[in-house]
């Protein structure tokens, strides 16, 4: 499993050891620390979001994820399980 962590612009001046001390909650529903945290984790930057035009875009160059899209919707799928209104798992 891999979870995401969006910085807002409050994160990007906290320095490593404060990185570490978020919490984030896991599939288990636990508030865990970084570091205690056992599977990887993506910090994705408001830099590095420059030139995407959707979350979608920008989820779809991390590793494990896979995007489908059609004229409408854009579905974002992870190890097998697919979002959105349609939903499904391959």
């Known amino acids: 499993m891999i979870a995401f962590l969006f910085l807002l612009s409050q994160y990007e001046t906290l320095s ?48 494990g994820i896979y995007v489908n899209r059609d004229l409408v919707f854009e579905d974002v799928g992870l190890r097998g399980i697919v979002s959105g209104m349609r939903g499904y798992s391959r």
Do not use: C, F, N, W
Request: aromatic share 2%.
């Open 16 to 63: 490593l050891a404060e990185l570490l001390e978020i919490q984030v909650v896991t599939a288990m529903k636990k508030p865990l620390e970084l570091k205690e945290v056992p599977v990887p984790i993506s910090v994705i930057t408001h830099d590095m979001m420059e030139g995407y035009r959707s979350v979608a875009e920008v989820l779809e160059d991390e590793a």
